[in-house]
């Protein structure tokens, strides 16, 4: 399949743009509408270049999508280009949270706030999974393979999940392993 041709911001004025309306759109779980808006929509990334740095982003100290903000801004732009993806991304649901502090304090024993407040972790499970389940074309050409990147996925849930393993044991041993058995297949 070939990969479509990459477009390419004009200005650091159009990454603050098109960051500040991921934000607004994905308020809570803009991961899921990165991947929409950088490769679908602008096509500034193919999905491999999106996949490499979500996990890039990943490693690094700080939010997925931040670090992520950082890297593309800095890629087109340098310093202005990541200082405009920052303040696109965060300005906006910085102020939005502001006033939503407010007004819970004032609004916090009614049912209705709980209520929103559950249905609003409900969203953001489904964002989360149905970002994986886009990205999951992207192993095709991971150098683990189908099967492996499996395992790693479903032993990263379990210790997370069920077994309760703290996060940095987590990372460190799977994610080690995972680098170190992507690194033994691709100087094969």
């Not at 939005?96 to 024993?109: K, M, Q």
């Not at 407040?117 to 683990?144: D, E, H, Q």
Request: glycine share 12%.
């Amino acid at each position: 399949m070939l990969e479509p041709q990459l477009q390419r911001p004009r200005t650091a004025r159009d990454i603050a743009r098109v960051f500040n309306r991921m934000a607004l759109q994905g308020f809570g779980g803009v991961l899921a509408v990165a991947q929409r808006e950088l490769v679908e929509r602008e096509r500034w990334l193919t999905q491999s270049q999106f996949l490499e740095l979500l996990s890039l982003g990943q490693v690094l100290p700080g939010p997925n999508i931040v670090n992520m903000a950082l890297i593309i801004g800095d890629r087109f732009f340098g310093w202005r280009g990541a200082a405009a993806a920052a303040v696109g991304l965060l300005a906006a649901p910085l102020l939005i949270v502001l006033l939503l502090a407010t007004l819970y304090r004032e609004y916090v024993d009614l049912p209705a706030v709980a209520g929103a407040l559950r249905g609003m972790g409900a969203v953001a499970a489904g964002l989360v999974i149905g970002t994986a389940f886009k990205l999951l074309g992207g192993l095709r050409s991971n150098p683990l393979g189908r099967l492996p990147s499996a395992a790693v996925a479903l032993l990263t849930l379990l210790a997370i999940g069920f077994w309760r393993w703290p996060m940095v044991t987590v990372v460190l041993g799977l994610g080690g392993a995972s680098v170190a058995l992507a690194w033994w297949r691709l100087g094969r």
